[in-house]
């Protein structure tokens, strides 16, 4: 079995711009590198056969001329999940352009909340170990310990309340953070939550 080169390159250099296109940020980049990708993938099972042969009939053609009709059954099915793949993230890119004005994917507002308070908790781990590791401490370490603790406290507070505004917030902090009692609700006019029944 022979592989033609240029067909072998030219299927790498196309998975590699599709890869490239997908790990970037905008869906209309990664729907392009999604159909570059599999257009790359589809030449590269092709090319992978060999040389062109005989077609795959029952009768009257030796096994050794005819061509493996496997890889063009599997190209087929890819062709047909690229397309749908295809639609999908035209959609999603369609759908996102409407609701914010860009097709840009942003970051996961709770995977960077966990991941703030899990560097808070492991700081804070390391700061009560070496305040235990001293033997004897003076009022200026214990003064430190509580000022450091003080500080990661308030960068998780600082968080919350930075995600409290994002979500349709009033401006109000403590009512941002903690909520709204219900009577501010029943005594504000300007809110429809406290419309007049």
């Known amino acids: ?14 998975c590699a711009v599709g890869g490239i296109l997908m790990l970037t940020r905008p869906l209309t980049r990664i729907l392009l590198g999604a159909v570059i990708a599999g257009n790359g993938i589809n030449l590269l099972v092709l090319a992978s056969t060999g040389s062109a042969g005989a077609a795959p009939l029952l009768y009257g053609v030796p096994l050794r001329r005819i061509t493996d009709p496997l890889p063009q059954a599997i190209a087929l099915t ?8 295809t ?12 609701l914010t ?3 840009e994917v942003h970051d996961d507002l709770e995977d ?4 703030l308070r899990a560097e808070v908790m492991g700081q804070r781990a390391e700061l009560r170990e070496e305040y235990r590791a001293e033997p004897a401490r003076s009022p200026k370490d214990r003064a430190r310990y509580r000022q450091e603790h003080r500080r990661l406290r ?10 409290a505004r994002g979500r349709d917030a009033s401006g109000d902090l403590w009512h941002d953070v903690l909520g709204a009692d219900p009577e501010d609700y029943l005594n504000d006019t300007d809110d429809d939550r406290g419309a007049a029944r």
């Open 87 to 98: 639609a999908f993230l035209l959609a999603m890119a369609y759908r996102s352009y409407q």
């Open 101 to 103: 004005g860009t097709d």
């Open 1 to 14: 079995m022979t592989m033609s080169v240029s067909l072998l390159v030219t299927a790498v250099v196309l």
């Open 112 to 115: 960077r909340r966990i991941f």
């Open 78 to 85: 890819a062709i047909v999940i690229t397309l749908a793949t």
């Open 154 to 163: 308030a960068r998780l507070r600082a968080d919350r309340a930075l995600q």
